[in-house]
């Protein structure tokens, strides 16, 4: 059991687990059509995301939904994401299947993805085949397209964390900025597709008419999309199963020898850690650590989770901030803007009586804010290509302090000035926003958790890390601050409106909040060096 023997359990560890967990071995460099491959799991999720938006409120419309339940299906998904998010990511990074830790979770969230979509967009149809009374028809229309939206947006916002630990589990950190932009590229590819599909009149079409109405094709294309793009996205790069590590460990094998142990599987985010590489200093003094298969497994529970969240590093809750007050500013544009378009572009009338010209009107305006979303997509991925040659000269703070603030100034300049072509044209900024939160604050994880592991690598003695958090949970933590954000927007905007009369507030709003936002990521956040 010499270096002979060490050596060779070195190259076990690698093989099994081509992702260097603990950030002791370099996972391989990915070629780019794997991280491409990789990125087609964003791709298909924003595709459905883009048809929901188009489709959503004249499905929740057409099967007579009352308008005192719409506040519940916009935020009963959101706050489950908040509550929960945490406690996914924290489960995948102590899962032990064989397929790997992230893919098991993403594969089952994809598969409610599937299971929503098809509840909203067929659950008024099937409904009404099964039941022939329409009192009981109407009940189960509206409960089965609830159910469906609900379990939807809450499987598309949950999937992002472990897509995110996934990619940072199995790269290299080149690979990890490089697989970011793709992500934030194939993201905006898969909207614009989306909006384009959705802005198409499908019931004067032949497709249309073979598949019934469409809403009957646009689950036909999502469905198809989801399947294509999640099936290649699990292929793409291997994921080692956690419990075959210690598989490689022999009882007897020598302290000096033993690269790895089956304990608790601590990494990313802690300062210290236990169960990597044995203690150098009890190495050193020639003592033998138990046997990997005897020690106490520790499970995650909610209260240690709770605590682990709680002690999140400063730098870290900074960062969840910033994140948080960029997608409310957002989101509160996105959610509203085929509706200020209508309103406020076209002066229409949502209102009025659907055969009258202000109401004709206001469905133009809308019409064109969906393609104004188009060129919000479009350009999303066309930045998210500018990225990294903006990125070599200002920095990742230059980046996000530029994102901030030329949406906070695209959208005071849209809600004080209201004009079709110079709306459309600063719809592009929108697209700046959208790929700057997608990329900077996953980058800005990704070079946190490089500094812990540069740590880690220096320390010569050190007790156990006591956090208990991972990958899983520090890229959880930052995405739920996404449905926060909604639950934020969702909340308090439909107040606003109310009070202002005006859907401009809106917009004067989510400005407002990304120059904020711009002043807090400028001066709060940290950046490594």
């Known amino acids: 059991m010499g270096a002979n023997s060490g050596q060779a359990d070195l190259h076990t560890y690698k093989s099994l687990a081509e992702v260097g967990p603990l950030g002791s071995v370099e996972p391989p460099e ?24 188009a489709y959503v409120t004249p499905v929740l419309l057409s099967v007579g939904l009352p308008k005192s339940l719409y506040s519940m299906v916009w935020l009963l998904s959101p706050i489950l994401g908040f509550l929960l998010q945490p406690v996914v990511g924290s489960a995948s990074d102590h899962c032990r299947s064989r397929w790997g830790r992230r893919r098991p979770y993403i594969l089952t969230l994809g598969l409610m993805m599937l299971l929503g979509l098809a509840l909203y967009l067929n659950g008024d149809a099937v409904t009404s085949a099964l039941i022939a009374n329409p009192r009981r028809k109407l009940v189960w229309a509206i409960s089965v397209t609830m159910i469906g939206v609900v379990l939807f947006d809450f499987a598309a916002d949950f999937i992002d964390g472990p897509i995110k630990a996934y990619l940072f589990d199995v790269c290299s950190h080149r690979d990890k900025e490089r697989g970011l932009h793709y992500h934030a590229l194939f993201t905006g590819f898969g909207g614009a597709l989306g909006y384009t599909l959705g802005a198409i009149d499908w019931p004067h079409l032949e497709l249309g008419r073979v598949l019934g109405t469409e809403f009957q094709v646009m689950f036909f294309f999502s469905s198809l999309m989801l399947t294509l793009c999640f099936g290649i996205h ?26 790895l142990s089956n304990g608790m599987y601590e990494y990313g985010s802690i300062k210290k850690f236990k169960n990597g590489f044995v203690n150098p200093e009890l190495a050193m003094q020639g003592e033998k650590p138990k046997n990997p298969a005897e020690q106490p497994r520790r499970a995650m529970t909610m209260k240690s989770l709770l605590r682990a969240l709680v002690s999140m590093p400063p730098h870290y809750r900074c960062l969840c901030i910033s994140h948080l007050l960029g997608w409310t500013a957002f989101l509160s544009t996105m959610l509203f803007f085929t509706d200020f378009m209508g309103q406020i572009v076209y002066h229409g009338d949502p209102y009025s009586a659907h055969n009258s010209t202000e109401f004709l009107v206001y469905e133009r305006g809308v019409e064109v804010g969906c393609w104004g979303l188009c060129i919000n997509s479009m350009f999303s991925s066309l930045y998210s290509y500018l990225q990294k040659a903006l990125g070599s000269h200002i920095g990742l703070k230059g980046l996000y302090f530029m994102g901030y603030l030329l949406f906070g100034l ?43 592991e540069e740590e880690r690598q220096q320390l010569t003695a050190g007790g156990p890390d006591s956090s208990g958090r991972g990958k899983g949970v520090d890229c959880a933590a930052l995405t739920c601050m996404v449905q926060l954000a909604q639950i934020l927007v969702g909340g308090g905007l439909g107040f606003l409106v109310n009070m202002a009369g005006s859907v401009v507030v809106v917009v004067i709003t989510s400005s407002t909040v990304a120059l904020i936002g711009c002043c807090f990521v400028a001066l709060f956040v940290r950046y490594a060096d």
């Open 410 to 452: 695209g959208t005071g300049f849209i809600g004080l000035f209201p004009n079709l072509y110079s709306t459309l044209v600063l719809c592009s900024l929108f697209g700046v926003m959208s790929s700057t939160l997608y990329t900077v604050p996953f980058n800005l994880i990704a070079e946190y958790h490089r500094e812990e």
């Open 234 to 259: 699990l292929c793409s790069i291997p994921e080692a199963p956690l419990r075959d590590v210690a598989k490689d460990i022999p009882p007897q094998q020598a302290p000096q020898d033993l690269l």
């Open 30 to 53: 990915r070629p780019r059509s794997r991280l491409i491959m990789h990125s087609m799991a964003m791709f298909g999720r924003e595709f459905c995301y883009a048809v929901e938006a």
